[in-house]
């Protein structure tokens, strides 16, 4: 069975400095995409970045970018310029044939 | 944008009573939704999946009968707690997978206070 596993239950960063979480999975797959999610206090799911597992190149929005290490199952999320809108709660996921597997997450706090 | 709207928003309800949660995707078809339970401070759990024309695949430890879940046309699916107890109370999402992508879009969810 396929697993996620993010192992900083918090983060915390400096406004405008970088942050990186971490993403750790493990599948017996070769083929699915991998998505970082941001919850805020709101509690709807905003998907952040997502990569295709048979992509090489490490998918980048804006700030957000991935280090997909697809040997080492590793999918790390750095934020660049952070600022006060990004504190959330981060949620790593996988998805293969069907559904979303997800991280316990990691939640961002933003310091001014 | 997909864009997913799930009400109601808030709901408060005795024990032993039901309730029904709806999902509609609003500018898309949708031939999967995913219905997922969250308590404070922890992750998103998936709890069952429905696809259009067909029965509702529920995860293990989810009892069918309490948590009915109907998909009844492609851009509607819903969520009943029947006899609902105050262990049912969670925050409730719902997600749906647009025909022709393939990125997930997440309801606002349901905050569910059973008394």
């Known amino acids: 069975a396929q697993t996620v596993t993010q192992s900083q239950p918090e983060m915390s960063v400096q406004e405008a400095e970088t942050v990186t979480l971490s993403c750790t999975y493990d599948?017996?797959?070769?083929?699915?995409?991998l998505f970082w999610y941001k919850q805020p206090p709101s509690r709807q799911m905003i998907l952040v970045i997502r990569q295709e597992a048979y992509k090489q190149q490490n998918a980048t929005e804006n700030r957000f970018s991935v280090n997909f290490q697809k040997a080492a199952k590793s999918f790390s999320l750095k934020i660049s310029d952070s600022q006060l809108g990004d504190a959330a709660m981060y949620f790593c996921a996988y998805r293969s044939q069907g559904n979303l597997i997800f991280g316990k997450g990691t939640k961002l706090s933003v310091k001014p | 944008g997909a864009v997913v709207s799930q009400h109601p928003s808030r709901v408060i309800c005795k024990s032993g009573t039901s309730v029904k949660i709806e999902c509609r995707s609003l500018?898309?078809?949708?031939?999967?939704m995913f219905w997922y339970r969250q308590f404070p401070k922890q992750s998103l759990m998936l709890m069952a999946t429905s696809n259009e024309g067909s029965k509702a695949t529920y995860e293990q430890g989810v009892e069918k009968d309490k948590f009915l879940i109907n998909h009844a046309s492609l851009t509607l699916s819903t969520l009943t707690v029947t006899s609902a107890h105050p262990e049912d109370s969670s925050f409730y999402i719902c997600?749906?997978?647009?025909?022709?992508?393939?990125?997930?879009?997440f309801g606002s969810g349901t905050r569910l206070t059973v008394v």
């Open positions: 599948t017996s797959e070769s083929d699915y995409y």
């Open positions: 500018d898309f078809q949708a031939t999967t």
């Open positions: 997600s749906a997978r647009p025909r022709a992508l393939g990125g997930y879009t």
